[in-house]
């Protein structure tokens, strides 16, 4: 068995299999999935180019990245070069977190010292200090778009 930093054993159960499983093993069988790929396609379509993406736009994608040998910087190439990232769709359809808009906007006009005005702003924007209203951080592509937290927003910069 090749040397393996978390686990010092001879035998190891992964996905009901029993033997010797060195990481590269590991990933061999999580890759080997026919829902790997897919999944990997979808969440970086939704976190670059769109909310929603169609199901043959991620079938395409994902045949690309398997093909790749699981390049991921092809994959990456392959979706930002794609159609679907530069459509009139895509365009605009994904809005910042809170946290991301005011991290941005201090970066942008060059006023770090003013972290406490948006800690203050961020409540309005939907966002409160260590309660995100998800596992991420927050709902993806929702917080901000409703007028409330846009006007908080346009205040804050």
């Known amino acids: 068995m090749a040397a393996n930093r978390a686990y010092k054993g001879d035998q190891l159960t992964f996905r009901g299999e029993t033997g010797s499983f060195d990481t590269r093993a590991v990933l061999a069988q999580i890759t080997a999935q026919r829902a790997t790929a897919p999944y990997i396609v979808r969440r970086v379509l939704v976190h670059f180019v769109m909310p929603n993406p169609s199901t043959s736009t991620v079938n395409r994608l994902a045949a690309g990245l398997v ?91």
Not at 93 to 114: I, T, W
Not at 132 to 151: I, S, Y
């Open 67 to 157: 093909k790749s040998g699981w390049s991921i910087r092809q994959l990456m190439h392959d979706v930002f070069s794609s159609d679907e990232f530069q459509s009139s769709t895509s365009y605009r359809s994904l809005v910042k977190q809170p946290v991301e808009f005011m991290v941005h906007a201090l970066r942008a006009l060059d006023a770090a010292g003013q972290s406490a005005l948006a800690l203050r702003a961020a409540s309005g924007m939907g966002q409160h200090r260590f309660d995100p209203p998800g596992a991420g951080g927050g709902r993806p592509n929702e917080a901000g778009t409703a007028p409330t937290p846009g006007v908080a927003r346009v205040n804050l910069v």
